[in-house]
């Protein structure tokens, strides 16, 4: 994919992140010097004294995204991009990132890169999340990272059962089961003792969180098959279902959390050669 092919370049800011619009300002002074038309929201429009264009759905209007914030930030960006089948590329405003590659040193490089059409995209897994109560869907939402089914705050510990296509897989007592994608491997399940992944293969991660029996351990299966996770025996606790750490639904005792990977990819866009051990050796050591 070359730049060749990029009209509109649109920039998302993180809350809490690069409040002085210093580094999102010199991006977009870049990309308007390149002859980019650069798209961003009215609150950032206001911060900026550069002649960028106002737009209340960046994501739709834009043929490429930037953001600029911490992995948090990304997912935000990645989720809101992933309907309009936009690449996203992100600016590292928090610790070390997984997903927001380019450091602020490096945006002149990253804008030269992307004049020039020297980036590639990744197609990555999504998770579609659906919640059934009575048999009807009350639920739908997409997760980049992972989808959690956990226990609310001070509720007691869960017992949930787990199917898969239908067939049953265990029931696991603890505090929970994360469902994650291979982006979401270097987040909460590798906290949860789940395997590292390498981020473009195709498959699911199933990781009981702190379970009670010692040998329940993470699962992997193939990205073709269905998950469902329901409340096993637990009429008196809270759980709740929480995607990417961003989105929560409360779990009730009869609901069914069926989770699938989606047929369309999220698409992460890279101007570096990034070797994902490299990364993820300066997290651990960092952490």
Not at 22 to 42: A, D, M, S
Not at 245 to 253: D, K, L, R, T
Request: charged residues 20%; aromatic residues 8%; negative net charge.
């Amino acid at each position: 994919m070359g730049g060749v092919y990029l009209k509109k370049i649109g920039v998302v800011v993180g809350k809490n992140k690069d409040t002085d619009y210093k580094y999102t300002g010199l991006i977009v002074e870049r990309l308007l010097e390149k002859g980019f038309e650069v798209l961003v929201t009215p609150k950032v429009k206001a911060g900026l004294n550069l002649d960028a264009t106002e737009s209340d759905s960046v994501y739709q209007d834009s043929d490429f995204i930037i953001c600029v914030g911490g992995d948090g930030t990304f997912l935000k960006a990645a989720r809101g991009a992933f309907p309009h089948k936009k690449p996203v590329l992100g600016v590292n405003k928090g610790t070390v990132g997984f997903l927001a590659e380019v450091e602020t040193s490096e945006i002149e490089m990253a804008v030269e890169r992307i004049v020039a059409g020297q980036y590639h995209i990744q197609p990555r897994v999504v998770l579609n999340v659906e919640v059934f109560r009575n048999g009807k869907c009350v639920y739908t939402n997409i997760a980049i990272n992972d989808a959690v089914v956990s226990r609310s705050a001070l509720s007691r510990i869960l017992r949930l059962k787990v199917l898969m296509d239908d067939k049953y897989v265990d029931s696991f007592a603890g505090d929970g089961v994360i469902i994650s994608t291979p982006t979401g491997s270097t987040g909460y399940s590798l906290s949860a003792g789940g395997p590292i992944v390498s981020p473009d293969m195709r498959l699911l991660l199933v990781s009981p969180i702190c379970p009670h029996i010692l040998y329940s351990r993470s699962f992997i299966i193939d990205e073709t098959k269905i998950i469902t996770v329901s409340l096993d025996n637990n009429i008196d606790v809270d759980a709740i279902l929480t995607l990417d750490g961003q989105e929560g639904f409360p779990i009730e005792p009869d609901d069914i959390v069926s989770i699938s990977s989606c047929p369309d990819s999220v698409y992460f866009a890279s101007v570096k050669q990034v070797n994902f051990y490299d990364v993820l050796r300066a997290k651990i050591h960092n952490t």
